[in-house]
């Protein structure tokens, strides 16, 4: 699947909420980390879209995706809840 077919999965999905995840490689001296933050969160669809398309254009280096999520759940019951990859690859 392209990224922009997860993108528009995460925006057409029923539950309310939209959150922007972000995923990016930080450098500290010569250790990397990589790290997963939710940068936005929003209950209107078309807000959402327009902040991702904002994200991805002033921080390309960056994965940002979003996810559509119900409230008041534990999100960690769900069959894929909100994450972002970081593999040794992208440490190196």
Same mark, same amino acid.
């Given at each position: 699947?392209? *990224? +922009?077919? *997860? ?5 057409? #999905?029923?539950? $309310? ?8 490689? &930080? +450098?500290?001296? =010569? &250790? ?5 933050? %939710? ?5 209107? =669809?078309? =807000?959402? +879209? =327009? ?8 921080? $390309? &280096? ?6 559509? %999520? $119900?409230?008041? %759940?534990?999100? /960690? /019951? ?13 440490? #190196?």
């Amino acid at each position: 699947m392209e *990224y +922009e077919e *997860y993108i528009r999965m995460g925006l057409d #999905a029923e539950a $309310p909420l939209k959150l922007i995840l972000c995923g990016s490689v &930080e +450098e500290t001296g =010569k &250790e990397k980390t990589g790290v997963v933050s %939710v940068v936005y969160a929003t209950c209107d =669809k078309r =807000k959402a +879209e =327009k902040k991702l398309r904002e994200l991805i254009q002033i921080n $390309p &280096e960056n994965y940002y995706m979003v996810y559509s %999520v $119900p409230r008041d %759940v534990d999100l /960690t /019951t769900l069959t894929h809840y909100p994450s972002i990859e970081i593999t040794r690859e992208d440490l #190196a």
